[in-house]
């Protein structure tokens, strides 16, 4: 899939369905008070709507699922890589379970090298442990690109 495009994902523990809409991503140096520990945070935003009648979540982590990035050449990247955990914009802090009928605002940082970050391949794996793929711009792209760099201003 491409930025923009959503995908059906069970929630976790396999309770609700959430269709998952990666945003907008954004390339900087420092953002949130942090400065990269590898040279570029990878910012991306995205939509979590639940489209069942019960509240559902991203797995976490520690479960095996949640968000990884795929380097140009197959380097999985984990999502708390360099300093990349320390990076918050309120907007997109969101981690609490979705509603049915409503959606949050999220973000996933990556902290990666700048080889790392040229097109790469977001994958989130949900709660059934399916692994979903969205090709990745190397530049700045989606709808929000300037409110993103301003919630990482600090």
């Given at each position: 899939?491409?930025?923009?495009?959503p995908?059906?994902?069970?929630?976790d523990g396999?309770?609700?369905?959430?269709?998952?809409t990666p945003d907008?991503?954004?390339?900087v140096?420092?953002?949130g008070?942090?400065?990269s520990e590898n040279?570029?945070?990878?910012?991306?935003?995205?939509?979590?709507?639940v489209?069942?009648?019960?509240?559902?979540?991203?797995?976490a982590?520690i479960?095996?699922?949640?968000?990884k990035?795929?380097a140009?050449d197959?380097?999985?990247?984990?999502?708390?890589?360099?300093?990349?955990?320390?990076?918050?914009?309120?907007k997109?802090?969101?981690?609490d379970p979705?509603?049915?009928g409503?959606?949050q605002?999220?973000?996933?940082?990556?902290?990666l090298?700048?080889?790392q970050a040229?097109?790469?391949?977001?994958?989130?794996?949900?709660?059934?442990?399916?692994?979903?793929?969205?090709?990745?711009?190397?530049?700045?792209?989606?709808?929000n690109?300037?409110?993103v760099?301003?919630?990482?201003?600090?």
């Amino acid at each position: 899939m491409k930025l923009g495009e959503p995908a059906q994902t069970v929630g976790d523990g396999g309770e609700g369905t959430l269709e998952i809409t990666p945003d907008t991503i954004v390339f900087v140096k420092e953002g949130g008070g942090e400065t990269s520990e590898n040279g570029t945070f990878v910012v991306v935003t995205m939509k979590d709507k639940v489209t069942s009648d019960v509240a559902a979540d991203e797995p976490a982590p520690i479960t095996g699922g949640g968000w990884k990035w795929m380097a140009p050449d197959g380097e999985m990247i984990g999502f708390d890589s360099g300093n990349s955990s320390g990076v918050v914009m309120d907007k997109y802090n969101n981690a609490d379970p979705v509603q049915p009928g409503a959606y949050q605002w999220r973000a996933q940082v990556f902290d990666l090298t700048e080889e790392q970050a040229k097109g790469g391949t977001l994958i989130y794996i949900d709660g059934e442990e399916k692994a979903h793929r969205w090709q990745m711009p190397s530049t700045d792209s989606g709808p929000n690109v300037a409110e993103v760099k301003k919630q990482l201003e600090f």
